[in-house]
């Protein structure tokens, strides 16, 4: 008998994390390329900013981005050189916009290639450094919608619309396996929304979680019914050792310090609320349940940060959002821990610096706020983007902080330690 959630959940903004950590750290170096005057660089890119990811060098990103074209947009990444402020390379995604980055940097596996259908079906697996295509996979039967790499940088996992997850050796492209044991239908109408969006190896590589969700349904009441799961998977002996079932969106899977305990994210589309649930990887036993949350913004050990619809606020005048404090909560115990003040919840993206001192974060009011990780304390507003951010990220080496925005420009933030 496979465990069942009950619906109960929200809408997703992006998972990263708060850290209860004294002291405060600015960044230590210089901007690259900036003059001591300078306290950020503003880089240009095609389009609209979706996503930010440093390579280990601390000189060079992975930009998700889209180029505009007429009325439409051609999602593609692109490789930036944050010294020079060159791209390297772009690479066109496909519609379902899977890609992953090794950990130590060197191979990128992007899933698709623009509208051509076909092409879904396969992954590129390219040199991250160059964006020189090695090797084509193919093995999927419907689109490609998940990427993942092992810790270890030996596997990577590809999942899709054809719930099916296969298994690659990077090093030789061989396919290792395919894992099948997912029990959600096919849409007959529509091509997104649906399919396995979510993977996620443990830190010593022997689970993987995947997680998807059905199309959702429009009942005569107009109602939102739709199924998801989430399936751990024996990477030893490639069986599936557990399967939970939810009716709701099964959307974002993390594995705790340790990795005996899984957060898996539900997300309900009838009552716009998040569910978060603990589970032991071992088992697939659920051992804690929180819910009642509008939006998570980001997770590690057993704390959270979240947004709550209960909380009070006010609407914003300009659109349909409301100005909700981001709450932090201890998810073992079911208590709020602290509240980031005067901060609301138009927050995109988060991201906590390699000393875990200062959590960035960042939002629809066009600015950076910088916090101190233990005290949620303000440390610093920084402006300069034209349009809302979307995505912060630190390098490496914790000495700089890069902020995408829809004004099409990569900023790349200068602050001296005080």
């Not at 719930?163 to 529509?190: E, F, Q």
């Amino acid at each position: 008998m496979a465990n069942r959630f009950l619906p109960v959940s929200s809408r997703s903004i992006s998972a990263l994390v708060l850290v209860a950590v004294s002291g405060i750290g600015f960044f230590p170096g210089r901007l690259p390329g900036a003059t001591e005057q300078e306290e950020s660089r503003a880089l240009e890119l095609p389009g609209p900013v979706a996503g930010l990811r440093w390579l280990p060098d601390d000189r060079t990103m992975i930009v998700r981005t889209a180029e505009i074209a007429g009325s439409r947009l051609k999602p593609m990444v692109v490789s930036l050189d944050t010294v020079t402020g060159k791209q390297a390379y772009r690479i066109y995604l496909g519609y379902t916009m899977a890609m992953a980055v090794s950990p130590n940097g060197k191979w990128l596996a992007v899933a698709g290639n623009g509208d051509d259908r076909q092409a879904a079906l396969s992954i590129r697996f390219a040199d991250a450094r160059t964006g020189k295509v090695l090797r084509t996979l193919t093995g999927h039967e419907r689109a490609v919608t998940a990427l993942a790499f092992s810790h270890d940088g030996k596997t990577l996992a590809s999942a899709g619309q054809d719930w099916l997850v296969n298994l690659w050796d990077v090093a030789t492209g061989r396919k290792l396996g395919t894992l099948k044991g997912h029990r959600l239908r096919a849409s007959k109408y529509y091509r997104d929304g649906w399919g396995l969006f979510s993977l996620a190896f443990a830190p010593d590589d022997t689970t993987l979680v995947s997680a998807g969700n059905e199309m959702p349904i429009f009942t005569a009441h107009t109602l939102l019914i739709e199924s998801g799961e989430f399936i751990f998977w024996d990477l030893t002996t490639k069986t599936l050792r557990a399967r939970i079932e939810a009716r709701t969106q099964c959307t974002i899977v993390r594995f705790l310090p340790g990795g005996k305990t899984a957060a898996l994210l539900c997300d309900d589309a009838n009552s716009f609320r998040d569910t978060i649930h603990l589970v032991d990887v071992a088992t697939g036993k659920q051992l804690v349940e929180r819910n009642g949350f509008a939006s998570l913004l980001g997770f590690r050990a057993d704390r959270a940060a979240f947004v709550r619809p209960d909380s009070g606020g006010e609407r914003y005048p300009d659109g349909p959002y409301w100005k909700r404090p981001v709450e932090v909560w201890n998810l073992r115990e079911g208590k709020r821990v602290g509240v980031l003040p005067d901060y609301f919840d138009h927050v995109s993206s988060l991201s906590i610096s390699p000393n875990g001192r200062v959590v960035a974060t960042a939002g629809r009011d066009k600015t950076v706020r910088l916090w101190n990780a233990g005290s949620l304390k303000a440390i610093a507003t920084l402006e300069g983007h034209k349009k809302g951010v979307t995505s912060v990220a630190w390098s490496p080496d914790g000495s700089v902080l890069a902020s995408g925005s829809e004004d099409r420009t990569v900023r790349l933030w200068n602050r001296p330690s005080p």
